[in-house]
Every structure is written in C-alpha cells, then in structure tokens.
C-alpha cells in the first residue's frame, strides 16, 4: 500500500514529527512525507494531487485544557464543518491502522508525561482515500517537543509496517471527545474503532449518518460499540435507529 505522510509547514509539531521522518528511509515502507503548505485540516482533495491509497497527517493537536497528550483519530464532520472539510461527510477510516497506533502510541510513550488517547472523528479535509491524523498536543511547547516528535514518528514507521488484520471492528458511538470508555476497550480487546461519533454530536446522528460511518470504514464493521453511559438522553433513539437498521451493537458495560 502506498502512504503519503502528510506535514504541514505552518504546523510546529508536524515539521518537529518531519524532521524525525526526514531521517527515516520510508520508501521501504512504500511511504513517502510530503510537506505542504496548507494547515493540514485545509488540504481538501488533496488525494487528486498525490497519488496514495493512505494519508497519514502529522500535526499538532490543540485543547483549550492544555492537555500533554499524543493522540490519534479519523477525520470527518457529524455535522456543521467548522475546521475543514464539508457538512455532514466523513472520510475513509482504517481502524486498524488507528488501533494499532493507539497501541503502539501507548507502548512508546508509556513513560512520557503525555496522556496518550483516541479522539472522535471530528475536522477536515475531505479525502476520498483512507486517512488518520495523529497529533501532539496541546501547546507550543509540547509541539516542538523531541521526545514527543521522535515517539509519533516511531509510530508512524512501525503501524506502516504492522499487517495485524485479525480485530473485530467497529464503530464507536458515544462518550467523550477523548473517549475514556473506549480507551479502556481497546487496550484490553481486540476490538478496532474506526469512526467515533461522541455524545456531544449525537443530535446530529441518524441513519444516514451511521450508514456512512459504516461505509466509510476501510474494514467490514463487525458491530457498532455504544459506550453506554456516556449515550446519555440519546440512549433510546440510538438504540432504536440501530435496531430499525437491523445493526448489533454492544454495550461498553458489558465487555
């Protein structure tokens, strides 16, 4: 498979992540970085310009809580674009891929300081390819970071190489942004999530949405994973949707 690595030149943390990437031979991967001039989140069809069937994006991650983490996430919009990409399309998640980044994020950087997390699926671009971004956050410091730079592009350069196919896959829905409930899950199963829609977008969650979700992952899904209490007021609605769409899902509770 062939993977663009995509950093942006106004993103601190993806040139950090580049220059570690820079020193790697990637093209052993089938992988090369390419370095734009867009933030990152902007590069809308940026698959018509480079030829890959995988983007990995490289950049910072920004919280208002100034959180130390490392994280990792597909892209898309459950709703109104407000950081790239379009209303309501979501792009190509490869859950695999993300899990083991996760994985892999959580055994490098085990030690680090940094609070190692998924996110939800949440801003753009809009790719008709599978895409993921991994991301360090949350601050200028944080972004020029070597120690954080060189663990995310130990990451990028071991999940290229890592075939594991045998999760089960699913699409996660409920819960936070950070996604406590199914950090948990996936450090314990071998379940695989490749979109999350969380609570505070599960207004905008009906079925057409899920069934792009479902579309929209690389993998056949399995079954869709609720974190149960984190469903809130929505909880019966989601229940009802999944069972009209004749879809199993599993309760977070239960595993």
């Avoid at 983007?55 to 950081?83: M, R």
């Avoid at 008709?128 to 360090?136: G, S, Y």
């Avoid at 406590?180 to 977008?201: E, W």
Wanted: glycine share 6%; aromatic share 8%; with cysteine.
């Amino acid at each position: 498979m062939k993977t663009a690595i995509i950093a942006s030149k106004q993103d601190l943390a993806g040139m950090s992540i580049a220059s570690f990437l820079e020193n790697e031979d990637l093209s052993r991967y089938n992988a090369k970085l390419y370095l734009v001039e867009k933030e990152s989140i902007y590069n809308e069809n940026i698959d018509m310009e480079i030829e890959a069937e995988l983007f990995i994006f490289a950049t910072k991650h920004q919280s208002s809580k100034q959180v130390h983490s490392l994280s990792c996430h597909a892209p898309g919009n459950w709703s109104i674009a407000e950081a790239g990409g379009y209303n309501k399309k979501l792009c190509i998640a490869p859950a695999v891929l993300l899990k083991n980044a996760f994985l892999k994020l959580n055994g490098l950087g085990k030690d680090s300081g940094y609070e190692i997390t998924l996110e939800c699926t949440h801003h753009g671009p809009l790719i008709n390819k599978p895409a993921m971004f991994i991301e360090i956050g949350s601050n200028e410091q944080q972004w020029k970071d070597k120690k954080a730079a060189e663990i995310i592009a130990k990451t990028i350069s071991s999940i290229l190489n890592d075939k594991n196919d045998n999760y089960k896959i699913a699409l996660g829905i409920g819960g936070t942004h950070y996604c406590s409930t199914f950090n948990k899950i996936l450090l314990r199963t071998d379940i695989a999530l490749g979109h999350i829609c969380p609570k505070y977008q599960l207004q905008n969650l009906d079925k057409e949405m899920i069934e792009q979700a479902i579309n929209k992952t690389k993998e056949r899904v399995d079954f869709i994973l609720l974190d149960w209490k984190g469903l809130g007021k929505e909880k019966q609605r989601i229940v009802n949707l999944l069972d009209e769409l004749k879809l199993e899902y599993k309760r977070s509770d239960n595993l």
